[in-house]
């Protein structure tokens, strides 16, 4: 690409957009897709919606010729299905997550929307053609979109979420584990420590569990809940290397707790833990998300 491309890419990737996998098939049946931003809708009368496969794809041809394709609107969490639709190297649809929809077209499992559409107009656009479907059936959820800018993939509703305002009491909490158990207080509950609004509670948790004289690695923040009382928990996730004083040992998977929100924080981190994969949970004490990305761990 000539620093006069480079540039001008750049410049159109200030616009944000949300992220597509754009999937057909080939004449043989074989199943083809990319990872797309260039979608737009265009009609609703007719209900008429365009992307741009660009004459780099090794599928270009085939989206040529296909009489159907499919949008899958990709939803918050999918970011590693979208590298693996940009990636020439994986094998995209190698991971049984999508499905056949309407006309045999393939649909990505878990999307924020989906559109299955048969080729409306085909318009030769420089290096890319632009590929207008008319929308033959669609579907949605309540999942929020996956969003793409210029410095990558974000997730928007997460991030407001993690903008809201703090509620009156919030306190740092450590889910505290030595690879095989958990460490809960004498009241069956996490350690904890109420955080001031203007002080770090990562710092005030390490303070905490200092003076308690518990050697702990802390990690990541692995629950961010609301009770009723307008009282917020921050729990980290903690690494012991031998059982803290004081504390009450059980055993991962048998890990439980009187209080409904806490009991289900032990027994998602009893599920994690066999595959050692990790998500954040943001809500309140009675419902909220568990959002996983690829890099959580
Ligand atoms: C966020 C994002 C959006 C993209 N949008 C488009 C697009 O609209 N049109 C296109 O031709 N390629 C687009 N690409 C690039 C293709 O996904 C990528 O070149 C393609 O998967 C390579 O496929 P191939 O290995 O089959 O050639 C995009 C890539 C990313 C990461």
């Known amino acids: 690409m000539t620093p006069d491309a480079a540039r001008l ?3 159109f990737g200030r616009f944000m957009t949300g992220v597509t996998v754009v999937t057909s098939r080939c004449a043989d049946g074989t199943p083809i897709g990319f990872t797309a931003n260039s979608f737009t809708s265009v009609s609703l009368d007719p209900p008429l919606l365009l992307v741009c496969p660009g004459q780099h ?3 270009y041809g085939d989206f040529q010729k296909t009489s159907h394709f499919a949008v899958s609107i990709l939803a918050e969490g999918q970011e590693a299905i979208a590298n693996r639709f940009a990636s020439s190297k994986s094998d995209r649809f190698g991971p049984k997550d999508w499905r056949d929809g309407a006309a045999d ?3 990505i499992d878990g999307r ?3 559109f299955v559409c048969d080729v409306f107009t085909r318009v030769p656009a420089g290096d890319h053609t632009v590929l207008m479907g008319r929308v033959i059936a669609y579907d949605m959820c309540d999942a929020p979109g996956l969003g793409y800018g210029p410095d990558g993939y974000f997730e928007l509703s997460r991030e407001r979420r993690a903008e809201a305002p703090a509620p009156t009491h919030t306190r740092a909490c450590v889910l505290l584990d030595d690879g095989a158990r958990v460490y809960l207080t004498q009241a069956n509950d996490l350690p904890m420590i109420p955080v001031g609004t203007d002080a770090s509670p990562l710092r005030a948790l390490e303070d905490y569990l200092a003076g308690q004289g518990i050697a702990a690695e802390l990690g990541v923040v692995y629950a961010i809940y ?3 009382r307008g009282g917020r928990r921050i729990v980290f996730r903690g690494h012991v290397n031998a059982a803290p004083e004081g504390l009450v040992a059980m055993p991962i998977d048998a890990a439980h707790a009187p209080d409904p929100a806490l009991d289900a924080l032990l027994k998602r981190f009893a599920q994690e833990h066999k595959t050692q ?4 949970y943001v ?3 009675q419902t909220g998300d568990v959002l996983r990305t690829k890099d959580r761990g």
Do not use: E, T, W
């Not at 994969?277 to 954040?280: E, K, Q, R, Y």
């Open 9 to 11: 890419r750049a410049a």
């Open 57 to 59: 794809l090794s599928s």
């Open 105 to 107: 077209m393939p649909l």
């Open 112 to 114: 924020a929307a989906g």
């Open 226 to 228: 609301d009770g009723d």
């Open 277 to 280: 994969a990790f998500a954040l």
């Open 283 to 285: 809500g309140s004490d």
